[in-house]
């Protein structure tokens, strides 16, 4: 059975950077996409960016670009999730989420196309 288990989290200040890490075992990372997705409460679930199967294409949303950043160890087991210049709307529950794809398959960051899930480590922000 497929199984991620995030870590990293924690409670920083604004401006502060966390680095995730979502260790991945009982599947290879070659055939699967990994995204990071976050949910707030109150908020929607959100999906924050994600991984290729190979590695080269990567995806973002909009309020994290040019901040936080995807990517993934040589090894196949291990995705993080860089966060640099943290902001208390960061403050969320943090998921790593994977799914199975052929090689041809469009990247997606949308978290009904994930079918396996983390537990899920906690990021607080203060201002």
């Known amino acids: 059975q497929v199984r991620l288990v995030e870590s990293g989290g924690g409670l920083v200040q604004t401006g502060d950077s966390l680095r995730l890490s979502c260790a991945v075992s009982?599947?290879?990372?070659?055939?699967?996409?990994i995204g990071w997705f976050r949910h707030a409460p109150g908020k929607e679930r959100e999906g924050v960016s994600c991984i290729s199967r190979g590695g080269s294409t990567t995806i973002y949303a909009d309020s994290v670009k040019g901040r936080f950043t995807i990517s993934k160890d040589n090894a196949g087991s291990t995705v993080y999730l860089q966060m640099n210049s943290l902001k208390p709307e960061d403050t969320a529950v943090y998921y790593c989420?994977?799914?199975?794809?052929?090689?041809?398959?469009?990247?997606?960051?949308?978290?009904?196309?994930?079918?396996?899930w983390g537990q899920g480590t906690q990021v607080t922000v203060s201002s």
């Open positions: 989420a994977a799914r199975r794809v052929i090689l041809t398959a469009t990247t997606t960051c949308d978290s009904p196309d994930y079918p396996y």
């Open positions: 009982r599947f290879t990372m070659n055939d699967h996409d």
